[in-house]
């Protein structure tokens, strides 16, 4: 309510049932000269060259900056269209923080040289062909052979891509001769954006039930460094195959990308329903923590899967003319590999990528990128309209996997 007798002729704003609705500028302009004018007595010249006319638009401004960020803070309430700090504030009514960026991961195989030797955690081992640097991300002891698999991780966090075959040896003194990585890597993440969080905290609905598929699952996509996690059971009585993978009778199969073993262990304790085997080629051992033990806790092993990076390929051709920029190879790679590792769109463990889709983000480019043909699969040669991986694959798309050609 008005907190005095005064009067104006600027419209107010409104605050009813459907929203906050707010005067145009315009309006307000027109508010505020006939206030500058009355209290000049009158007849007073209100050109916006003059002096009124310049602390009228003044004002016009001020009250407008004003009303918007009043629009803002009135969206920021609405899950569906906040973001920034508005969103983090609803965030932590489900007790969830913003995601930094993560780091891209690799498995590389490696010559021995030195058995037994050392790698101390966050020691660069390899560089890529685009000049990032992938560290040991916990100290590594080499096997007593002549070859290893190590896990790496990009010193550099966010979406760095990693082709397969795209790292070397970064210096000597490890007790390595070489390394490469056949696979590509999995990409890491962007610091999380609007979508991806606003679609975290809707999952984290089901992360308050115990029992369900879905609760193991959302409580999962919690997990600090958890970028994707799938999780389905077989209830029949006989081994069956779900979306590519074999599941025994009476399982439960769990898919996670990144996060700590220790905290996946402790997810699954949480949510899964007693008695229900799980499946998979990780196994992580945790104690229920729960106080009615007192200190006498029991121990349970589950067992889990990792993805495994398959990369996809997508080969095109575009119209030549005149408006084709020469990088418009790079232009449209950038393109295509920003739809696909974030927002809404991102790959996720099951989807089903389809190249009418990638079509339309080229054609987006520019009255320029008309697309002829464009195609997808897992190898150079594509040929599919579609791609659905088996969900214990995770696709991964960077440049040097996307073919671009120009042509008459």
């Known amino acids: 309510m008005p907190s005095s007798d005064a009067t104006t002729n600027v419209p107010a704003p409104i605050l009813t049932d ?36 310049q602390i009228a638009l003044s004002e016009t401004a001020i009250l407008g900056d004003f009303l918007g960020a ?6 920021g309430v609405d ?54 640097l992938y560290v040991a991300p916990q100290a590594i002891t080499l096997p007593q052979s002549a ?7 990009c010193q550099t966090a966010g979406a760095v891509s990693c082709p397969a075959s795209s790292l070397t040896l970064y210096q000597a003194g490890l007790g390595l001769a070489s390394l490469t990585n056949p696979s590509p890597g999995a990409t890491g993440a962007d610091a999380e954006n609007r979508a991806d969080f606003e679609a975290r905290r809707a999952a984290s609905v089901a992360a308050n039930s115990i029992g369900q598929n879905a609760s193991l699952m959302g409580a999962l996509l919690e997990l600090p460094g958890v970028t994707d996690a799938y999780v389905m059971d077989n209830p029949s009585q ?86 084709v920029p ?3 190879a790079g232009i449209i790679q950038q ?33 320029w990128a008309e697309v002829l043909t464009l195609t997808i699969g897992t190898d150079g040669s594509a040929g599919q309209n579609r791609l659905t991986l088996p969900v214990s694959q995770l696709a991964t798309v960077t440049a040097d996997t996307i073919s671009v050609q120009v042509v008459a």
């Open 18 to 53: 459907a929203g906050f609705t707010a005067p145009s500028e315009q309006d307000i302009l027109a508010g505020v000269l006939a206030d500058m004018n009355a209290a000049l007595g009158g007849g007073a010249n209100t050109a916006l060259s003059t002096p009124q006319g």
């Open 70 to 75: 009043m629009i803002s803070i009135f969206n």
């Open 79 to 132: 899950p569906a269209s906040s973001s920034g700090r508005m969103q983090e504030a609803i965030g932590r009514i489900y007790f969830m923080e913003r995601r930094p960026a993560t780091a891209t991961t690799v498995t590389v195989q490696a010559s021995v040289n030195a058995p037994g030797q050392t790698i101390a955690a966050g020691t660069v081992v390899a560089q890529g062909t685009d000049g990032s």
């Open 147 to 153: 070859t290893a698999s190590l896990d790496l991780a």
């Open 238 to 323: 006989a081994d069956a195959v779900q979306q590519g993978v074999t599941i025994p009778a009476g399982a439960q199969y769990i898919l996670v990308e990144g996060g700590d073993p220790t905290a996946i262990g402790q997810a699954i304790l949480r949510k899964k329903p007693p008695g229900i085997p799980t499946v998979g080629t990780q196994i992580v051992t945790v104690q229920d923590t729960n106080p009615v033990y007192e200190g006498n806790a029991p121990s349970y092993t589950f067992h889990y899967d990792r993805p495994t990076p398959v990369a996809v390929h997508v080969v095109m051709e575009i119209a030549t003319s005149d408006a």
């Open 326 to 328: 020469s990088d418009a």
């Open 335 to 367: 393109a295509i590999v920003a739809y696909l590792t974030t927002g809404a769109n991102r790959i996720r463990l099951g989807k089903t990528i389809y190249a009418s889709r990638l079509s339309a983000v080229v054609d987006g480019l520019g009255d």
